[in-house]
């Protein structure tokens, strides 16, 4: 039997944070941050990003409350860290791109 937190079968705010923050963590490790290196390698977090947005997505419901506020606020988190990993991966090749 599966804990409920590894479930994908249920909704899980917890588990969707998880993944996009361990993502962010790994995306920053990847890119080294500071110097901004080129790889690839980002798209992985990207999409372990985006099964963390899609996860709370899902937790979502039809009339306001202050949890659906609360879930809302996650998913903005979510953009926030889509756009900074895609920063990441996108950055360097248009710096090298402009200097050639």
Not at 21 to 43: A, E, M
Request: with cysteine.
């Amino acid at each position: 039997m599966i804990p409920r937190f590894f479930n994908p079968r249920h909704k899980s705010l917890m588990r969707g944070a998880v993944l996009s923050l361990f993502s962010l963590g790994v995306g920053l490790l990847l890119s080294h941050f500071p110097d901004d290196h080129p790889t690839p390698l980002l798209i992985f977090p990207i999409l372990v990003a985006i099964a963390g947005t899609i996860d709370h997505v899902r937790c979502m419901q039809r009339e306001w409350s202050f949890y659906h506020g609360g879930v809302l606020l996650m998913i903005y988190m979510d953009m926030m860290v889509l756009s900074m990993l895609l920063f990441f991966l996108l950055y360097p090749y248009a710096q090298w791109l402009t200097t050639k």
